[in-house]
């Protein structure tokens, strides 16, 4: 079945640091993929996304591409803030078993110290 | 912008009781879904509709119901509340064809004591 593995967490890092979370996944057919971001308290809400391979998915300084060939959806971002601290969640979406299925990594907790 | 609302935010309970979780949505999605979020496990689908009057289950369905009378709401009844219910829910909604952009409520929080 479908599978999204992403790097563990708690990421730390300092203000203006680059950031890159991992992801790869398994997946049977031509997924979409996506970047959640989830801030303390909050339900997640879409960060970026990519429906094909070679795209580029990019939202508020953040980029991910979809690569198809390293079965990956790396995210990264070129100065992070205090304000980026959450935990981000890479998933991906199939249309198998006739509707809509997400399924989701297990989640990075990043982390900024000023 | 009201989007996606759960209700209640917190609730304990003790171990046999019964409860509902409200979810209601203002988008007109056709497709709804409940999760629920334990620590350093992701988000785990618990049951979804795509639809008034058509609801299957998720991944982790034991100990649960739903049902989905209209478009706009989508409750989740826990019977018989037991320990392993304690996590997080969140309710989430999506457009028909814009298959992973989920809209989210802000969770329910429920400790099963």
């Known amino acids: 079945g479908d599978s999204v593995t992403q790097m563990e967490g708690p990421v730390t890092l300092s203000e203006e640091a680059f950031l890159t979370i991992n992801c790869t996944y398994t997946?049977?057919?031509?997924?979409?993929l996506f970047w959640y971001v989830q801030y303390p308290g909050e339900g997640l809400q879409l960060l970026l996304k990519a429906t094909k391979a070679d795209d580029k998915g990019s939202n508020k300084g953040f980029e991910a591409t979809y690569r198809k060939e390293t079965t990956s959806f790396h995210l990264e971002k070129g100065s992070v803030q205090v304000s980026d601290s959450a935990v981000y969640f890479c998933?991906?979406?199939?249309?198998?078993?006739?509707?809509?299925?997400?399924?989701f990594g297990t989640g990075t907790k990043l982390q900024v110290i000023p | 912008n009201a989007g996606v609302t759960q209700t209640p935010k917190f609730r304990i309970l003790k171990i046999g009781q019964s409860m509902t979780l409200q979810c209601a949505q203002d988008m007109n999605h056709n497709y709804m879904y409940w999760y629920r979020q334990d620590p350093g496990m992701g988000l785990k689908l618990i049951y979804y509709?795509?639809?008034?009057?058509?609801?299957d289950k998720g991944e982790v369905p034991n100990g649960y119901n739903v049902s989905r009378s209209t478009t706009e709401d989508f409750p989740l009844r826990l019977e018989l509340a037991a320990p392993s219910q304690t996590s997080v829910y969140f309710c989430a909604s999506s457009r028909t064809g814009d298959a992973g952009e989920l809209f989210f409520g802000e969770g329910s929080r429920l400790t099963v004591l």
């Open positions: 509709s795509v639809g008034a009057g058509i609801t």
């Open positions: 998933a991906l979406s199939d249309q198998g078993g006739g509707y809509q299925k997400v399924t």
């Open positions: 997946a049977t057919g031509y997924p979409s």
